[in-house]
Nanobody, 124 residues
């Protein structure tokens, strides 16, 4: 089993920035790719961004390209999501997740592991 521990999130005004962090309890081939999904009330879950353990593969949803940047520290089994130019439509619960590979985000599959979630609220 792999546990995912999230930090960051909170409330910010439109145009502001937030940074999310997610640390995995250990490396596993089952958690080779880590990233975030988000879900807003009444909306479907959306894969936001993901990155492979070595950083060679990344994924971004079209809605966040150019504004969000995902990075990783493989020695710490930790990934970071820097969110800039935040918009009210970015408001959602953000869930850290981990899976075999980043196609899980591209194909909107359910990942092997989930974090507890952290709320991001962007006010206009």
């Amino acid at each position: 089993q792999v546990q995912l521990m999230e930090s960051g999130g909170g409330s910010v005004q439109a145009g502001g920035s937030l940074r999310l962090s997610c640390a995995a309890s250990r490396y596993s081939y089952e958690s080779n790719c880590m990233g975030w999904f988000r879900q807003a009330p009444g909306k479907e879950r959306e894969g936001v961004a993901a990155i492979s353990h070595a950083g060679r593969s990344t994924y971004y949803a079209d809605s966040v390209k150019g504004r969000f940047t995902i990075s990783q520290d493989s020695a710490k089994n930790t990934v970071y999501l820097q969110m800039n130019s935040l918009k009210p439509e970015d408001t959602a619960m953000y869930y850290c997740a981990a899976d075999w590979d980043c196609d899980t985000w591209r194909q909107a599959r359910s990942p092997n592991y989930w974090g507890q979630g952290t709320q991001v609220t962007v006010s206009s």
